[in-house]
């Protein structure tokens, strides 16, 4: 496949090293504007719009993935083997599962578990085990010690639904009892799609979320909660890709 590709509307020289990726396409936007000096927008297929611009004389692209793994399963796929792309770093947001889990906490997640069918078509003989790229995991992790955010390494859950089946409860994912025994942090949509297409064509991958809502208390963020504490984990991503370009 060449440039431009059915969903990305660029060149390869039109993306920095490091690509993070909010779900949402007008966050993109927002941290374009808000983040970086001199964006320029490079993509906008489907609205899905990809900036970049520097952050500390760094290079940055931002471009959203959209909601759920099919959708960040494509745009990484792009990036990777078409723009040439080294690390994809995923901004989300995240509901806890974890007792210990409070909101705006951010979750760096080292392992995505998932209910998810998408291993399928690497025609493997077990089961996969979607992981973080170590070194950006511990550039992370490093630059949350530097922040000061309050935060916690470990496994998510990259689900396939937002609702679950139960009536009356159209908010609540279902039954998260069985990955909560497993020590599993948080629930979001896309980490081990984009860990799986990061692991077969040689990318480097990494999520990060904010706890927005917490599904064993029922607490969630309001919309003002949510912009502070996603200013805290914009800085987390873009000292991380500063980090990553040394
Ligand atoms: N489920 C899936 N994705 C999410 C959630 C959730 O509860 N909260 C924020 N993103």
């Not at 723009?83 to 806890?96: P, W, Y």
């Not at 949509?189 to 480097?204: D, H, I, K, V």
Request: hydrophobic share 40%; charged share 20%; aromatic share 8%.
């Amino acid at each position: 496949m060449n440039y431009p590709t059915p969903h990305i509307k660029a060149t390869p020289s039109d993306f920095g090293q490091t690509v993070l990726m909010p779900g949402d396409p007008l966050r993109s936007k927002f941290i374009a504007e808000n983040f970086l000096e001199n964006p320029v927008l490079v993509n906008n297929v489907r609205g899905v719009q990809g900036y970049t611009g520097t952050y500390k004389g760094v290079r940055v692209s931002v471009m959203a993935s959209g909601m759920g793994i099919p959708s960040i399963g494509i745009y990484s796929y792009e990036l990777f083997n078409i723009f040439g792309v080294r690390n994809i770093m995923r901004i989300g947001s995240a509901g806890a599962i974890h007792p210990e889990l409070h909101l705006r906490d951010i979750v760096v997640a080292q392992g995505a578990c998932t209910d998810s069918n998408f291993a399928h078509h690497y025609h493997l003989d077990g089961t996969f085990a979607p992981i973080a790229s170590y070194e950006m995991l511990r550039k992370a992790v490093s630059s949350c010690e530097e922040v000061g955010a309050n935060y916690r390494v470990g496994n998510i859950l990259s689900s396939d639904n937002f609702y679950g089946d139960e009536e009356g409860l159209p908010e609540v994912m279902g039954d998260v009892s069985s990955w909560k025994k497993m020590g599993v942090l948080a629930i979001e949509m896309e980490a081990a799609g984009l860990y799986m297409t990061a692991a077969r064509w040689s990318g480097n991958a990494l999520c990060i979320c904010t706890i927005s809502d917490h599904l064993l208390t029922g607490e969630c963020l309001s919309a003002d909660e949510r912009q502070t504490s996603f200013r805290q984990m914009m800085e987390v991503a873009l000292e991380t890709a500063v980090k990553l370009e040394k």
